[in-house]
């Protein structure tokens, strides 16, 4: 889908034609956005054959570049950057691709979702009464800041989530698989940071005075996404700093829990130990005296059975004393 906007003055026409951007490209006084929503061949051929864009900066719309980059070029500078959805219930981080191509007189948008940012400056151009005089650099800009606030809210729901997994596990709520939901979350996190260091790279590029196509009062406006994306990356390292919380503690707990099994092992072991210890001598006397040999002195004893079991049981009773004082059960 092809929305076309031709920016003259205080005046504006929408739903302008292909041809009309042919006639007010040469005329400097006007300002020409094309919106281009899940592009096909045709619309790339319109952009090659009417700017003259460079068959390579046509090649990356086609293709999902992995990094936000700007490339300058002699009539133009091809921008790429990532939005980011506007809902989130979980941290999943998912980039969406928008690719400017920006000159002098002019403006292309070109991406493969419904944006947000794309549709809040539409709606601000059809529906401001007393429109002032707007230059493509800045068009660029309101809608780059209008995608850069919308990571806030969505960090908002981040940090919330995040800090209630933390409350889950010092209360020991968590389930089984919190260690790999924590992994998760990691990575996106990192997959977030990868996206966000790039456009701060690209973004101070357009606060410098002498940067092409980017007048110098325009230059100001783009401080101020930068300060914002600068923000983005701080909070994105505290998110990480509380992700490394949530994990050292599910770590102590599970290393608590281990300990105190350990323990408790270790306590039944020794009782056992015990028990097996005092049996030993008795075993061993029942062992002799089960021994079938004729001529044992004991053997026909008239009271030998009753004197071996009170043996058996004095010694038993003198070996559970002598543990009980030692204290080792």
């Known amino acids: 889908m092809m929305r076309i906007f031709i920016i003259k003055g205080h005046r504006l026409l929408r739903n302008a034609s292909q041809g009309q951007v042919k006639k007010y490209l040469k005329n400097k006084k006007a300002v020409i956005w094309v ?12 952009l090659e054959n009417t700017f003259n864009f460079h068959h390579l900066s046509i090649e990356d719309c086609r293709k999902s570049v992995e990094l936000p980059k700007v490339d300058i070029f002699e009539n133009y500078l091809f921008l790429v950057l990532y939005s980011v959805p506007p809902k989130s219930k979980k941290p999943e981080f998912s980039k969406r691709e928008i690719d400017f191509f920006l000159g002098k007189n002019f403006l ?3 991406h493969n979702f419904r ?19 707007i230059t493509a650099d800045f068009l660029m800009y309101e809608i780059i800041d209008y995608f850069v606030d919308m990571h806030f809210p969505l960090l908002d ?49 357009f606060t410098k005075k002498d940067f092409p196509f980017i007048r110098q009062k325009t230059s100001i406006y783009f401080k101020d996404v930068y300060d914002h994306l600068m923000r983005i990356y701080s ?18 707990i599970i290393s608590k829990q281990m300990t105190e099994t ?22 061993f006397i029942t062992g002799v005296y089960g021994m079938n040999f004729k001529y044992m002195p004991e053997l026909y004893w008239r009271y030998g059975y ?23 059960m």
Request: hydrophobic residues 40%; aromatic residues 8%.
């Open 35 to 46: 919106d281009i929503q899940r592009p096909g061949e045709a619309d790339y051929k319109f």
């Open 108 to 110: 292309v948008t070109v």
């Open 115 to 133: 944006a947000p940012c794309i549709e809040h400056q539409v709606d601000k151009l059809e529906n401001t009464k007393s429109r002032i005089a």
């Open 157 to 205: 729901k981040w940090e919330d989530y995040i800090e209630e997994l933390e409350e889950d596990v010092i209360k020991h709520k968590h389930h089984r698989n919190v260690l790999k939901q924590i992994m998760s979350i990691k990575k996106e996190l990192l997959n977030y940071r990868k996206s966000i260091a790039p456009q701060i790279e690209v973004i101070n590029k």
């Open 235 to 252: 909070e994105l390292e505290t998110q990480r700093d509380l992700l490394k919380n949530v994990f050292d503690a599910h770590t102590t």
């Open 262 to 283: 350990s323990n408790k092992m270790n306590e039944v072991m020794q009782k056992l130990t015990i028990i097996a210890t005092i049996f030993m001598p008795l075993t």
């Open 306 to 328: 009753f004197v071996i079991i009170g043996l058996m049981l004095g010694v038993g009773i003198m070996m559970y004393l002598f543990f009980k004082r030692r204290k080792w």
